[in-house]
């Protein structure tokens, strides 16, 4: 008796297996190499499973009548899923995360926060007459006036020529891993706080320009609410960063 040939795969098993593949590593592999990502298993539901099914139909009718053995279509078939898997497995990587920028910027101007006490005040209270499910902290305008008029700091317009991103690695590999991006040319001009206990603004105007780092607190959770609401403190009231030196760690990675 002979040995009889491997069977044929139909046009459907390479649709399944192909399919199946980028369906179900695309759905759990975001879930456990990007846990903090907020697409998830979308990636398998709508990218990678009908990829893999349309090139699973694709192959299946190519290789339905290339003259080719059994076996050949067989290991093809087994080859193309194992293809479909490395290729959403590298697309469910997470991307680095931006921790913050360090600025390559000159003062244009200095003033007092209470200078900016009117401008916060109206835009709090437009937020606060929005919201009508969030009822606001008592005598939170009080709270934020006293803050803001005994800060001892200064609000400065910074002309940001260039900056430079801080990148939190995400990968399995080099998770936590800290990079800095290419400086990217820009012209923005933009507010910021700056801790100063004598109120001057004479050191800042006088640098022609400098680099410097909008601080980032690790602790604050953007997606929680003010508390109280709204914020009483000058920061958070004027909705500022804090403009600082650039950190050593991240001064030795810059381009």
């Known amino acids: 008796m002979g040995v009889s040939e491997p069977i044929r795969p139909s046009i459907s098993t390479w649709v399944l297996a192909l399919g199946g593949t980028g369906l179900f590593v695309g759905y759990f592999a975001p879930l456990v190499l990007a846990p903090e990502a907020n697409t998830g298993p979308l990636i398998g539901l709508f990218i990678t499973g009908p990829l893999g099914a349309l090139a699973g139909l694709v192959l299946g009718v190519a290789f339905r009548f290339a003259p080719v053995p059994n076996v050949v279509r067989r290991r093809a078939c087994a080859t193309g899923a194992a293809i479909v898997c490395a290729a959403t497995l590298y697309r469910s990587l997470p991307e680095p995360a931006v ?3 360090v600025i390559d910027a ?7 926060p209470t200078a900016q006490l009117a401008d916060a005040m109206a835009t709090w209270e437009e937020a606060v007459a929005r919201v009508t499910w969030a009822p606001p902290a008592a005598n939170w305008k009080e709270a934020a006036t006293r ?19 801080i990148l939190r690695h995400r990968a399995p590999w080099d998770r936590n891993r800290m990079t800095a991006g290419p400086w990217l040319t820009v012209d923005e001009l933009k507010a910021y706080y ?7 603004c004479a050191p ?3 640098r022609s320009s400098a680099l410097y780092w909008p601080a980032v607190d690790p602790d604050i959770d953007s997606m929680k609410p003010a508390d109280p609401w709204p914020p009483a403190d000058t920061l958070g009231f004027l909705q500022l960063q804090t403009l600082g030196p650039v950190p050593p760690q991240y001064a030795r990675l810059l381009p």
Do not use: F, N, W
């Open 99 to 101: 921790h913050g920028y």
């Open 194 to 200: 700056a801790a100063d206990d004598s109120g001057s």
């Open 106 to 112: 000159r003062a244009e101007s200095c003033t007092r």
């Open 147 to 165: 803050s803001v008029e005994r800060d001892p700091g200064v609000v400065l317009e910074m002309r940001i020529q260039r900056k430079s991103a």
């Open 204 to 206: 800042y105007l006088a």
